[in-house]
């Protein structure tokens, strides 16, 4: 594992990594994350009954324009000529969390990971923000880098599990 720090120089100080002598690839990541909701919020979202409307629908749209913003909310990362994106949601069989999945690809000379990871928080965000109304007690955790590839390091699998999925 590589322990050198590439946002910073020298001195220590925060700096954008000259990205510049890098060569261009194909990179895709993915990030997941999970909200934990009650029973009442958990039916709103599969019947589509909550007073906001469509919660996975507009937490998907959400995610979407926030990922395509990484740049702007997170300081020192590149803009990035996005190729492709997806979010998708899945209902554990607990029956009371919504996981979601955040997919992005670009060719270029640096990864999506940052854009994977801002995708599926705000699109949690988004799900939490559409249902507090029924319940204030959801909870957003477990989000994390999944997989990644392209790139000078690599390929990246979070569980080496999904390496042969």
């Known amino acids: 594992m590589n322990e050198k720090l590439t946002h910073f120089d020298s001195e220590g100080q925060a700096r954008m990594v000259d990205v510049s002598q890098k060569g261009e690839t194909d990179r895709e990541a993915s990030a997941c994350g999970t909200i934990t909701v009650s029973p009442a919020v958990m039916q709103a979202i599969r019947e589509g009954s909550a007073a906001k409307g469509d919660v996975l629908g507009c937490a998907r749209i959400a995610g979407i324009m926030a990922l395509k913003r990484t740049d702007e909310l997170i300081p020192l990362c590149h803009s990035l000529p996005l190729s492709g ?6 209902f554990p069989e607990d029956g009371v969390s919504v996981k979601a999945v955040c997919t992005v690809r670009t060719h270029g000379r640096t990864g999506v990971e940052m854009e994977a990871l801002t995708g599926v928080s705000t699109a949690l965000l988004t ?8 319940d204030k007690r959801m909870v957003i955790g477990d989000i994390h880098l999944v997989r990644k590839s392209g790139g000078k390091s690599g390929d990246f699998y979070f569980d080496e599990h999904e390496r042969a999925e």
Do not use: N, Q
Request: with cysteine.
């Open 127 to 134: 799900i939490y923000d559409m249902c507090k109304a029924l």
């Open 85 to 90: 994106c997806s979010i998708t949601f899945s």
